[in-house]
């Protein structure tokens, strides 16, 4: 495997990412197979993780299904079957989302499979943010025969709303002397709330459930 080094920052997309849905697509379904065929199964992936496996852990066991959710019901009957996740251990975003993508996918029976993003960039370069930035998580929904379906990532709208306003609000110009500091001041402010706040988990639920409904 080649040797992944992380930023200095956890989280997962660049600042300049302010509509997190614009990207590339579609890549091919003998790619798509191809892929998804080498990379680990959730659970596996979990095991393995050095740095936010303790977190992601956490957000699982606290965050519940709705007992009543129609759109449920509705996706119960859909042809998804598989997700192939593009992401990094040591991403924040990835920490939040994927306990999520974990609980919606076993209430769906979807079979999911983590591919590390810098292994092999070739793959995240088909669905770029915004058309430049490899930012991650992507969740890439197949149907049975690896056809892509829809495509969720990397952000919620309001949990990307949250951090473009922090940012705005805390950083101070990049030549600012205390610019550094600042910058890590507001990853933690964003880590720590990813981590314990509900409603974005909550967020990150219905983004996911209302684009494998309304693609």
């Not at 019901?73 to 975003?93: F, N, P, Q, R």
């Not at 983590?114 to 793959?123: C, I, K, M, P």
């Amino acid at each position: 495997l080649m040797i992944r080094r992380p930023p200095r920052s956890t989280l997962c997309i660049s600042s300049a990412a302010s509509d997190v849905y614009k990207r590339q697509e579609v890549i091919s379904k003998t790619n798509l197979q191809t892929y998804f065929n080498k990379s680990q199964p959730l659970e596996a992936y979990i095991d393995q993780m050095k740095d936010n496996r303790n977190n992601l852990l956490s957000i699982y066991k606290s965050f519940k299904l709705p007992e009543e959710d129609d759109r449920i019901t509705k996706l119960k009957h859909a042809s998804y079957s598989k997700v192939l996740v593009i992401t990094e251990d040591w991403c924040g975003d990835a920490m939040m989302n994927l306990p999520i993508l974990k609980r919606v996918s076993e209430e769906l029976n979807l079979e999911v499979r983590v591919f590390h993003r810098d292994d092999d960039t070739r793959l995240i370069d088909q669905y770029l943010t915004n058309g430049k930035s490899r930012s991650i998580p992507i969740f890439v929904f197949m149907n049975n025969d690896f056809e892509q379906i829809t495509v969720w990532g990397p952000r919620a709208k309001e949990v990307q709303k949250f951090v473009v306003d922090l940012r705005n609000d805390k950083l101070p110009d990049k030549d600012h002397p205390q610019y550094d500091d600042k910058v890590k001041e507001t990853h933690l402010i964003i880590s720590n709330r990813f981590k314990t706040d509900s409603s974005f988990w909550k967020n990150v639920y219905n983004s996911i459930i209302n684009q494998l409904l309304y693609k």
